[in-house]
């Protein structure tokens, strides 16, 4: 996502400072754009906390749900039940495995 290098400055300051890995880049996503880069301020902080909780809302409401997709087209979709969800399980680690003929 980076569109900037960064410079061994930068990258020296940013360790100083606590900043992590790829924290400049959540900073131009949800930061307010200013004179020379970005600024996080309260209300775009504020902004993405409502964002991430109404995402985990979808998430927690599509937990235990399945798609079917035949030739890349979504045939139906379900609630699946314990043994539906056992046995795609199954499958799906056997796949990995490679233990499927």
Known sequence: MSQNQLTRHAVARMAQRGFR????????????????GYLVRDRDYQA???????LLERVRR????????????????????????????RGAEEREL???R
């Open 21 to 36: 890995g790829d924290d400049h880049d959540l900073i131009r996503l949800i930061g307010t754009p200013v004179e020379d």
């Open 48 to 54: 993405a906390e409502r964002e991430l909780k109404l």
């Open 62 to 89: 599509l937990n235990g749900k399945r798609l079917v997709i035949a030739a890349g087209r979504i045939v139906t979709a379900y609630p699946a039940g314990k043994a539906t969800k056992r046995r795609l399980i």
């Open 98 to 100: 490679g233990l499927c």
